[in-house]
């Protein structure tokens, strides 16, 4: 099966049983928290010059760029590169 068969039967799936479906990308509480990954790059290595990271659904790398982006300042350039490459 294709990823958005797979997506679209999970949530059938939850709607038909009363659940709740939680999308593991594009739900921001769930960006918000994948982007604690930052934090732990941050404590491994404190001067981050680049992050490489792989994009299934984008939820994971939107969370971390954000932290990037808003907590540690990191602009220009190296951002604007970063941001249409994943978009």
Known sequence: ?????????????????????????????????QGTIALEIIEEISDVDYVFGCIGGGGMM??????????EGLTGEPMRKFLMEIS
């Not at 099966?1 to 594009?26: F, G, H, M, Q, R």
Request: hydrophobic letters at 40%; charged letters at 15%; a negative charge.
């Open 1 to 33: 099966l294709d990823c958005l068969t797979t997506e679209l039967y999970a949530k059938k799936y939850a709607a038909d049983n009363d659940l709740i479906w939680v999308s593991p990308y594009n739900d921001a509480q769930v960006i918000g928290g």
């Open 62 to 71: 939107s969370g971390i760029s954000t932290y990037f982006f808003i907590w």
